[in-house]
């Protein structure tokens, strides 16, 4: 836990996983596994990226990787009700 990438992405992850928590208890699930296993990867992806010193692509994918949750796990959905 050395870089800001480390504490960016953990905190990306962790959210990832309560949301997963919170959801897989309803009645009927409405996200599939699978686009978690892609945003925890690109949280990885990202990381690497950073820690290597690759700040723009780590930038650019950080930016990717919430844009991606944002459109397929919808995690503010819930807010606008």
């Not at 009927?28 to 925890?40: C, M, N, Q, T, V």
């Amino acid at each position: 836990m050395q870089t800001v990438y480390d504490w960016v992405t953990l905190a990306i992850f962790a959210g990832l996983v309560v949301l997963f928590l919170q959801r897989s208890s309803a009645e009927e699930p409405r996200d599939r596994l699978l686009h978690y296993l892609i945003a925890g990867a690109g949280c990885a992806t990202v990381n690497y990226l950073g820690n290597e010193g690759m700040h723009l692509l780590a930038i650019i994918g950080l930016l990717g990787v919430l844009i991606f949750i944002q459109m397929t796990l919808k995690p503010l959905s819930a807010w606008t009700r």
